[in-house]
């Protein structure tokens, strides 16, 4: 049975007809209107509600809603089905700003030391000149091609797509007979011997260039951020830099949101849309900087969380999240452009690099290579600080690894004034002890429009230190100042009013922020603590400890260690890595010898279930505090706290 | 501008709006209505002739045209435009008879002595037994499927395509971590060496009785007509054979028009798609037989000229009838159903055999397989007699080919009364020398529709030795017989009245067919003729004369060597062998060792092109004679003449 439910979103009513037992959230989208469901659709965020005017629905979970609320006629889109007619008001929705966006400083790419131009890298462009063909030599277009490619260039049993084929015979007549190809150049282990198979992705009428650039682009798929670097293959150079939040947002914000939906009816295809839209549109605005075109771009490494991978690829990723935990695939085949739906040349190769489980994925491989744990000396500590936690122990010896989900929040997500480090975020708070006023630095300067991560570090640390938060995360309403106050969310502290911020509403940290951003810290922090404590090294033996992650490179150690977020070594021991995961995908992009060096990575290094251990859990619920329950790990925080009590 | 074209066909009339210039045939394809172009559309062969009854046309050509017919208004639908309003007369269209048609006896198929079940074939169904994932091992599932098929059955290194990754975690959990696999093992040879790459087909739950069947198919792509087998590969036994006339055939009857057509605007889709439509419904037919699933069909061995196989893989083709006649591709890649567009299962392999050059195709390497002229000790001669005739002469040590367009009169095609060998064909005549009456068998008996190749040559023979015919293929209306009368095209010789015919219409032999059917068999015998020459091999020497193409099992020798196609050699010297090219096909679906010696055989041939060489059209123009102007060369013909004289 069809009912007619009227939406009213921004003043103007929208009608669908839909049948009897329809989602709330379907009937929208009919409608076009996109209800964000940063839980996946489980009920459990409670940020679908909707408010029903009129009308008969059923509600089949009411967990996030009030009585009143109820009362209200309000309902959860992503568990309310349609009844009868219906006249819903939605409310405005919480945006994702989906502006283009870049990291503060373009990071310096430097070129790999044994890159060679032209001679060593997975991706080559050639010269050929063929003999053109005549009745003495009948040979077809395509065994000429292959002749020119062994004998000018000793290249083997090189093969070629059905599409190259069509072409082929014009492009050889259209440059009379002078061509250049752009192959792929992929190492293949075969009875532990390293064999190469070499593909042919495109041709061109006649000798273009060898110095002009040739396109390849590195990729970075975070639940939170997608990260893109276009790099120009013939120099090794990276010429441009380009961020977005995952387009899969909207529908969960953290692995097990995203495997939920997936899930669902049409969710899995609709996530895999997703985040081809946003590598799609990242690809475009790349290629914009430089004047290139996204079908000129032939060959794209990709690395993300092993959840992240299966969505791209449309493969069911709900074992990942249920026990043994496994993935459908660690290592996907190479793949084409074409196969895979992103808008380079429909031949380019798509390498997915490989993960190793379900929760240490192609991100972390790539990470250890570019932060170069798997040949060090010493025990190294790696950090990855993201929605999800890994770390890696290990050196040139042994490689162990686990895992955690830290959720988004130092990304911005799931904090009320959070945002990415773009233009208008406040990245580092300074907070007087006296007066309990702020001071804050805004990258780009202007005024602030919310805050990012290592400007949520910097606050949180800041208002333990001065006490405006106490070690539980409670903000001390005993304050004399207007700055602390109690707000809808229990209590808060106002980093700026108002009329000094871009939005003109005050910009808050409050009692809800500080527990997503507890959460976070002590999931990562459990995660090295248990690894370390498996193998059995003591943390303070190991030398260097590496972070990577998004926002990694612009972390204050000293505030990170206040906080509890990293643990409290000496300084000179850290290393701020920025994104390894992106910079691991550009090694694997050009110089076939790191992209095996990946492989023997995710071989190599031993995953620990965190799940199956109950000392997980304690050491997290150990670390739930400012900076832990147990000060004698943090001694460089008990001083400053020490220093504080003495200038009072 | 837009034009109103009203045409009239079966009495029906259609009314469509076109621009200025819209060919005819193009307008009338708009109005529903399929105008036969044998010639490609070249304006060649004239039988696209509309009748304008009224509006504004124009002809670029009227070479098939008479003034009168160009006073009652007809024209080429091939060669006019629109130029304004008009009406056009559409007059029935010759119908090419699409029935389902099967050889009148299913040949005899031997499986190769040397297979084994279940041990040397190319594709395989095995059962693979895994250990279910536990938190102790989280291996992945592809990880852990390769190692099954490692550890269980020794396969190293086996690819798997994305479509089955993505379905791949549901069917091992629904087989409980039983699975039946289907594999494809392809040999490929890198540097000399011959090495083994192994590609997953497909994957079913549970463990499926090893003895039940396993679908794949052999196709012989002629350009008249198609013909699939259906085998099962486990018992390697051949379980259904169909054969339908090639689509493409209203698009030209040779593979020069069909060349053209294909090169024109849209032309080489539209081919493409004509060939899939035959080949996917000849599938069905076979698979309703044995109550199988196209679906299930698992790989696919194609066989066919090289044009054909273009054709069929949608690549251009032009280059094979323009000096100096190369292909692009004589090998072409190992394929999917998917990208070839076969309705097979999706993941089936598509393995297009390789050819020698543009006119010695995969039919013919395929035919030298089956034939075993590759492993002769003894010079043997192959000649395929089809619409193209390709000749073979060699052994084990050498071998050579050349090729000539015979045109499809052998097929039934280009004849007025000629039809393919099924139900209702006349396949033998027998004439009385005193009254010129004949007599005739029909395929099943019953009346006559037409007359089919090995008709064809019975009557022609017959009319030539009784006197009927003379040397060079007049009618001769001196004979006082009804049957020999002046017809539309000249002299005719009526095989059957109309009240014996199936149709009511008299079954005639016409002067047009008598110079088709000559211009067939010279081109057959010239190539061969000058093929011998060429390597100095006189053809008396020739141990063995082995004849293949779709009607070459039910040739009569005596006839065939009477009107001057095969030479005139001991008969005990022929062997007719069918269709060798489905039977190679066969083979090579089975039987990876008997695949890797027709590529052998590709590469073995030595090519010797004819258009190159004035020899070929001498020989040519002296054998467009009844039996050859060159007596001497048919001593056996001569003296039957002679015979037939005495008995006057």
């Known amino acids: 049975m069809q009912h007619t439910v009227t939406f009213t979103f921004d003043d103007k009513p929208t009608t669908v007809a839909v049948p009897t037992n329809t989602l709330l959230a379907d009937a929208a989208r009919l409608a076009g209107i996109d209800i964000g469901q940063p839980c996946g659709g489980q009920g ?34 992503c568990q309310t089905v349609v009844e009868g007619n219906a006249t819903i008001y939605v409310p405005p929705q919480e945006k994702i700003e989906r502006r283009l966006t870049t990291d503060r400083v373009v990071a310096e790419v430097t070129v790999p030391a044994d890159y060679e131009y032209l001679q060593d890298q997975i991706v080559r462009r050639i010269h050929l000149q063929l003999v053109p063909p005549s009745l003495e030599d009948q040979t077809d277009d395509w065994s000429r091609l292959q002749t020119a490619l062994r004998l000018q260039h000793r290249y083997e049993n090189v093969t070629c797509s059905l599409s190259l084929l069509q072409g082929m015979g014009e492009i050889l007549r259209e440059g009379d007979w002078n061509v250049t190809a752009v192959i792929d150049i992929a190492s293949v282990v075969k009875s532990g011997e390293t064999d190469q198979s070499v593909r042919l992705i495109d041709l061109q009428p006649g000798l273009v260039d060898e110095f002009s650039p040739l396109w390849g682009t590195a990729i970075d798929i975070g639940t939170t951020t997608v990260t893109l670097w276009l790099v120009d293959l013939v120099s090794g150079q990276v010429r441009a830099q380009v961020a977005e939040y995952n387009g899969q947002i909207a529908r969960g914000e953290d692995v097990i949101s995203r495997i939920i939906y997936a899930s669902k009816n049409g969710g899995g295809p609709e ?38 991978m299966h969505l791209l690829l449309g493969i069911p990723a709900a074992s990942i999240r249920l026990s043994p935990f496994t993935t459908a695939v660690n290592h996907p085949p190479v793949m084409t452009a074409r196969e895979v739906g ?46 999800n936690g890994e770390t890696v122990l290990g050196n040139r010896d042994w490689l162990v690894t686990c895992a955690c989900s830290a959720g988004p929040a130092f990304e911005g997500a799931g904090v009320v004034n959070g945002m990415r480090a773009t233009q208008g975020a406040i990245e580092e708070v300074w907070i007087n002890s006296a007066t309990c006023e702020p001071t804050y630095r805004v990258i780009g300067g202007g005024k602030p429009k919310g805050i990012c991560g290592s400007g949520l570090i910097s606050l949180l640390s800041e208002a333990f230190i001065t006490g405006v938060l106490d070690k539980a995360g409670n903000v001390n309403l005993s304050i004399n100042s207007l700055r ?29 922020d500080v527990d997503n951003l507890l959460r976070a810290k002590a999931a990562i922090y459990a995660g090295f603590t248990v690894l370390a404590d498996t193998v059995g090294i003591p943390l303070e033996s190991v030398s260097k400890v590496l972070v990577g992650g998004s926002f990694g490179k612009y ?19 850290f290393d701020f890595l920025g994104n390894t995961s992106v ?5 694997a992009l050009l110089d076939w010898r790191k992209r095996e060096q990946i492989t023997e990575i995710a071989r190599r290094m031993t995953y620990i279930e965190l799940s199956a251990d109950n000392s997980f859990y304690e050491a997290f619920t150990s670390a739930l505090f400012l900076p832990h329950t147990d000060m004698s790990k943090f001694p460089s925080v008990a001083e400053a706290l020490e220093n504080k009590q003495v200038d009072k």
Not at 353 to 378: N, Q, R
Not at 559 to 573: F, M
Request: net charge negative; proline share 3%.
């Open 44 to 77: 459990r965020c409670g940020r679908c509600a909707l408010q029903v005017t009129e009308g008969s629905v059923r509600r089949r979970s009411t967990l996030r809603l009030s009585d009143s609320d109820i009362l209200e006629g309000y309902a959860l889109a």
């Open 271 to 308: 996530l895999r849309q997703r985040v081809l839209d946003t590598i799609n549109s990242l690809l475009e605005t790349a290629c914009k900087r430089v004047k290139a075109k996204p079908g000129n771009v032939v060959k794209a490494a990709i690395a993300g969380n092993s959840t992240m």
């Open 342 to 387: 992103l808008n380079t040349h429909p031949e380019a190769t798509v390498d997915c690099l490989p993960g190793v489980a379900s929760y240490v994925g192609a991100d972390i491989t790539a990470g250890v290579l570019s932060s170069g744990v798997d040949v060090a000396e010493d025990v190294t500590l790696f950090l990855d600080v993201g929605t």
């Open 484 to 512: 602390v106050r109690e707000g809808a969310h229990g209590g808060e502290y106002v980093v700026a009013w108002g009329n000094e911020s871009a939005s003109g509403d005050d910009i808050v940290l409050t009692r809800v």
């Open 555 to 573: 972390i204050n150690v000293e505030k990170a260690v206040q906080i509890g977020l990293l643990p409290d070594v000496p300084w000179e021991h």
């Open 583 to 587: 910079r691991g995908a550009y090694y």
